[in-house]
């Protein structure tokens, strides 16, 4: 019998030709569903029982979810690296295999962080918003030579961050509890807890993976800990940020600014109030789109899936 695919990721429904021919040529049969920017746990559970393999996005694939689509699930490949929408520990007990591509969007998402670091604390975006209104703005910048960067998270993507700022001249300090206690001495880097962290740095850039401990890390309680003149970028996920204490702390002048490529909601909501402040940089959930990445994960999300059914 045909094994059938459900392809419910962006990259790939953004592509349906070239991929439906790629999938039709290994002889599946792919199904591509109508996705915003994921499926719901509701959706899922529409498409139970009726796929052997599943390319997924960022779906909410629950324990409930898993369990319906046996037996005929033999896997899911996951587009990109995150893994934090599927119930990991149901499906290692359900054995159903989960692969994604580790690692492979820590260059160009370290890029787009030193991006939003620089257009902040330069004031690019406002200097070009200004010009086209046909002002000659001159914002004197607080730049990132000689100022101190501090990243929650010091996997790839911040590793990779922290080369970057190191060549414009910064300190690193980093929250990252099992790298400190693995490599406490590691080179170039401090580790600290994340309230030191936040009280010390002049940018605050999240890097990590979304678990359940570090949702809202970045919270008022904290937030009431850094300068004034720092900023924070993330380039994580959403939910490592409380939304309405960030936007009450730039509101109220508490910190200087924010980069933000996600957000708790995605897309954005136009009734945000993020959307209107002159101090902060937003982003749409774009950060690893960069061509040689995209398609290393396009190549390595059909090699998971192959590996997967051949088994």
């Not at 559970?45 to 409930?64: C, E, H």
């Not at 590691?186 to 994340?194: N, P, Q, R, S």
């Given at each position: 019998?045909t094994?059938?695919?459900?392809?419910?990721n962006?990259?790939?429904l953004?592509?349906r030709?070239?991929f439906?021919a790629?999938?039709?040529?290994?002889?599946?049969?792919p199904?591509f569903p109508?996705?915003?920017?994921?499926?719901?746990?509701?959706?899922?559970?529409?498409?139970?029982?009726?796929?052997?393999?599943w390319?997924a996005g960022?779906d909410?694939?629950?324990?409930?979810?898993?369990?319906?689509?046996?037996?005929r699930?033999?896997?899911?490949?996951?587009w990109?690296?995150?893994l934090?929408?599927?119930?990991?520990?149901?499906a290692?007990?359900l054995?159903?295999?989960v692969?994604n591509?580790?690692a492979?969007?820590?260059?160009a998402?370290?890029?787009?962080a030193?991006?939003?670091m620089?257009?902040?604390?330069r004031?690019?975006l406002?200097?070009d918003?200004?010009?086209?209104?046909?002002?000659w703005?001159?914002?004197r910048g607080?730049?990132?030579?000689?100022?101190?960067?501090?990243l929650i998270?010091?996997g790839?993507?911040?590793?990779g961050?922290?080369?970057?700022?190191?060549?414009?001249?910064?300190t690193i300090?980093?929250h990252?509890?099992?790298?400190?206690?693995a490599?406490p001495?590691m080179e170039g880097?401090t580790?600290?807890?994340?309230d030191?962290?936040?009280?010390?740095?002049?940018v605050?850039?999240?890097?990590?993976?979304?678990?359940?401990?570090?949702?809202?890390?970045?919270?008022a309680?904290?937030?009431?800990?850094?300068?004034?003149?720092a900023i924070?970028?993330n380039?994580?996920r959403?939910?490592?940020?409380?939304?309405?204490a960030?936007?009450?702390?730039?509101?109220?002048g508490?910190?200087?600014g924010?980069?933000l490529?996600?957000?708790?909601e995605?897309?954005?909501?136009?009734?945000s109030?993020?959307r209107?402040?002159?101090?902060v940089?937003?982003g749409?959930h774009?950060a690893n789109?960069?061509?040689?990445a995209?398609?290393?994960?396009h190549?390595?999300?059909l090699?998971n899936l192959?590996g997967?059914l051949?088994?």
């Amino acid at each position: 019998m045909t094994k059938r695919i459900l392809v419910s990721n962006i990259m790939m429904l953004n592509e349906r030709p070239r991929f439906e021919a790629e999938i039709r040529a290994r002889g599946w049969e792919p199904v591509f569903p109508d996705v915003d920017q994921f499926l719901s746990e509701e959706a899922c559970l529409g498409f139970a029982g009726q796929f052997d393999g599943w390319l997924a996005g960022d779906d909410r694939i629950t324990r409930a979810v898993l369990e319906a689509h046996l037996p005929r699930l033999k896997g899911i490949a996951k587009w990109g690296t995150g893994l934090d929408s599927i119930d990991l520990a149901a499906a290692a007990e359900l054995g159903i295999p989960v692969k994604n591509s580790p690692a492979a969007f820590s260059e160009a998402v370290a890029e787009v962080a030193i991006g939003y670091m620089l257009m902040l604390t330069r004031s690019l975006l406002a200097i070009d918003q200004g010009v086209r209104a046909g002002e000659w703005p001159k914002p004197r910048g607080l730049g990132l030579f000689g100022r101190t960067l501090g990243l929650i998270g010091y996997g790839a993507i911040g590793q990779g961050i922290a080369r970057r700022a190191r060549g414009c001249g910064m300190t690193i300090i980093a929250h990252d509890p099992p790298l400190a206690a693995a490599r406490p001495d590691m080179e170039g880097v401090t580790f600290m807890d994340v309230d030191a962290l936040m009280a010390e740095a002049d940018v605050v850039a999240l890097a990590c993976n979304l678990t359940a401990e570090n949702r809202h890390i970045i919270n008022a309680a904290r937030l009431a800990l850094m300068k004034p003149e720092a900023i924070v970028v993330n380039v994580g996920r959403g939910p490592l940020v409380d939304e309405p204490a960030l936007i009450a702390a730039l509101q109220a002048g508490q910190i200087a600014g924010a980069g933000l490529d996600v957000f708790e909601e995605e897309p954005l909501p136009m009734t945000s109030p993020l959307r209107s402040l002159p101090n902060v940089v937003l982003g749409s959930h774009n950060a690893n789109n960069l061509h040689s990445a995209v398609e290393h994960v396009h190549a390595n999300t059909l090699a998971n899936l192959d590996g997967i059914l051949a088994d």
